[in-house]
């Protein structure tokens, strides 16, 4: 194949660059240049003359590939087929099906797309197996959705091969598919695992994922702790979007509305473990666990002048722990002093001491001289929650076992100077909060009312 002709269509070219060395995406060679691209560091624009577009020609092979790259100054090259259009987000084995077409990827409608679908763009992706994955499954994606009605008979080399509806918006449930590949077929099989942070993974099907936060309460992390060897076990939730992070999910949503009962002695006989049947996950809550093995959480006000008021504590097992306090923004801690006190059985609450936080802290140290086990912290209500539990928070148990969303301010993809001076200021504001809270300040007190 003759490349000069090909540049002189305007239909498109494609190919995967292999980059060897240092060379740079700007290269150009012979008047073609080509123009780098974020979103698929695979897919190559090129430019000559003026005219932009890239190429995608139906007999184009890897020695034309290979031709083409040495050309623009690369080493070597490999040709794309169609069936490489197909691409998975966030992981390669699992995520959203993203189709290029044209300009951008698409996505494809999560209604009717069944595993006999996710097997074919799982074989199209070099895997074995595939397995649907329900409904927005990754949160928000940039592109929209215009593969609907797909229907394959599970034969197909390609999600392309199947029947499907293109530009028209028929996606009434506006979610979209995702699948997860694996090289090993489905069996009943499952591990557990659960991270210093509680949060709990299992891996399935070759791939891991997390349990969504819908219908996980304390039973199911009492089954999961008693999996694990404990007696029972507490459950909360991390927020996944902090101030200045956005907590990656820790794999695929495997599992949502599992259903135990409390009883059971392991995860796999609760009554509906349906892999990737995750319907719409609640992603801004991710479930956590706390394991005991004398008793779970409770809250209660210690060493007040009175029984209405005094220190949050929480207790688990033998150990006593504290609120940390982070916002400082009062508003924040009176919603917090409101719903203990709600939840402790008084009708309302604020907060005790009301000077200014130094004369705060002055004051708690000396009513409070005792020192905590663990805190809550990065602790987040919506106001209408009936107790602290349901809050959004991370338990800090050690001085130095930072919540990962801490260590996760990057000060990457600042470009300005204040971004720059912003992040690291809060990165160490972090810190030091964190450190005042062990160091006896910065926590609840409370004053409740009938
Ligand atoms: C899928 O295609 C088959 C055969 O082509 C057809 O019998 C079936 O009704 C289709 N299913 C849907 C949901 O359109
Ligand atoms: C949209 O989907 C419905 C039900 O699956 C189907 O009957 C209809 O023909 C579709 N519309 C278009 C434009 O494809
Ligand atoms: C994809 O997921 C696997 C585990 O399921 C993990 O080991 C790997 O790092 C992930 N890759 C990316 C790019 O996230
Ligand atoms: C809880 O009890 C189990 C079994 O009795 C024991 O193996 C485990 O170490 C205990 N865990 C803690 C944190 O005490
Ligand atoms: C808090 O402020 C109110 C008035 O705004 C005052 O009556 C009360 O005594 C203060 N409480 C404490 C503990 O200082
Ligand atoms: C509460 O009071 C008891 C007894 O005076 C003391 O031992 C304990 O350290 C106090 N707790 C806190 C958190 O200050
Ligand atoms: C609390 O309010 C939010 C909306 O702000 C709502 O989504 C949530 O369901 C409410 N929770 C409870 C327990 O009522």
Redesign the pocket.
């Known amino acids: 194949m003759i490349f000069q002709n090909l540049l002189a269509s305007t239909s498109a070219l494609l190919v995967a660059l292999v980059q060897l060395g240092s060379m740079d995406v700007m290269g150009s060679s012979k008047g073609i240049k080509v123009l780098p691209v974020d979103l698929s560091p695979s897919i190559v624009y090129v430019e000559k003359d003026g005219i932009k577009g890239f190429i995608y020609p139906e007999d184009w092979d890897d020695n034309d590939a290979r031709v083409m790259c040495k050309q623009l100054g690369y080493k070597s090259g490999v040709a794309l087929g169609p069936w490489d259009l197909v691409r998975l987000q966030p992981n390669v084995t699992f995520g959203a099906i993203q189709v290029w077409d044209r300009d951008n990827y698409r996505l494809v409608c999560a209604e009717g797309f069944d595993d006999l679908a996710a097997q074919a763009v799982c074989r199209s992706l070099g895997f074995t197996y595939g397995k649907s994955i329900c409904c927005s499954a990754f949160g928000r994606m940039d592109y929209s959705i215009v593969y609907s009605n797909i229907n394959c008979t599970g034969i197909e080399s390609s999600i392309l091969e199947c029947d499907y509806v293109k530009y028209f918006a028929n996606c009434t449930s506006e979610h979209y598919a995702s699948v997860a590949c694996s090289n090993s077929p489905e069996n009943e099989e499952f591990e557990l695992k659960i991270h210093q942070s509680g949060k709990v993974t299992t891996r399935h099907f070759d791939n891991s994922g997390f349990i969504c936060a819908n219908g996980f309460d304390d039973t199911e992390a009492t089954v999961i702790c008693k999996e694990m060897g404990y007696k029972g076990g507490s459950a909360y939730f991390h927020s996944r979007h902090t101030k200045y992070s956005t907590v990656p999910l820790l794999g695929v949503p495997w599992l949502a509305n599992i259903a135990c009962e409390g009883t059971e002695k392991y995860l796999g006989k609760c009554g509906k473990i349906n892999w990737g049947s995750v319907g719409t996950c609640d992603e801004n809550r991710l479930p956590a666990v706390y394991c005991y093995n004398k008793t779970g959480f409770s809250f209660a006000l210690v060493n007040g002048t009175d029984k209405d008021n005094g220190l949050v504590v929480f207790t688990v097992d033998d150990k006593e722990g504290a609120i940390c306090l982070r916002d400082s923004v009062t508003e924040e801690r009176q919603k917090l002093a409101a719903i203990v006190c709600k939840q402790l059985g008084y009708g309302n609450g604020g907060l005790?001491?009301?000077?200014t936080d130094a004369e705060n802290e002055f004051t708690a140290r000396k009513l409070f001289p005792g020192k905590s086990d663990m805190f809550i912290t990065k602790i987040k209500c919506k106001g209408n929650e009936s107790s602290l539990a349901e809050c959004t928070f991370r338990i800090l148990e050690g001085r130095y076992d930072f919540p990962e969303d801490w260590i996760s301010i990057t000060l990457d993809g600042c470009e300005s100077s204040s971004c720059y001076r912003t992040r690291s200021y809060n990165r160490g504001y972090a810190f030091l909060n964190e450190l005042s809270c062990w160091a006896g300040k910065r926590r609840l007190v409370v004053?409740c009312f009938l």
């Not at 005790?352 to 000077?355: D, Q, S």
């Open positions: 005790l001491l009301n000077g004053k």
